[in-house]
């Protein structure tokens, strides 16, 4: 036969004792239910905490990348280009 934590058969427990210790269990059960709830979402708000921020610097990134890609489009070496425009037109006063 099984015993309680005093050590004592389940046979010998009044009913009064066994709903008072079932209470206290359901009680237990119930606080660490709520212990792992509140875990799990202080788990899952770190998560879209870093996710967002992720994202933020992300989203910075991006528009750094499109301003960067905007001043290399179009594929052209715009100095080079001016600079043999210069020497062409330097050539032709010369003549």
């Known amino acids: 036969m099984?015993?309680?934590p005093g050590g004592r058969l389940s046979q010998d427990?009044?009913?009064a004792q066994?709903?008072?210790d079932a209470s206290e269990q359901l009680s237990?059960?119930?606080r660490d239910e709520m212990r792992l709830a509140v875990a799990e979402v202080q788990q899952k708000g770190k998560r879209v905490g870093v996710g967002a921020g992720l994202f933020g610097v992300a989203g910075?990134?991006?528009l750094v990348g499109k301003k960067q890609v905007q001043r290399g489009i179009p594929p052209v070496p715009?100095?080079?280009?001016s600079s043999v425009k210069?020497?062409?037109a330097?050539?032709?006063e010369g003549f």
């Open 60 to 62: 910075v990134l991006a």
């Open 13 to 15: 427990r009044s009913a």
């Open 86 to 88: 210069t020497d062409i």
């Open 2 to 4: 099984a015993s309680d």
């Open 28 to 30: 237990r059960l119930v």
């Open 18 to 20: 066994l709903i008072s």
């Open 78 to 81: 715009e100095e080079a280009v």
């Open 90 to 92: 330097t050539v032709k």
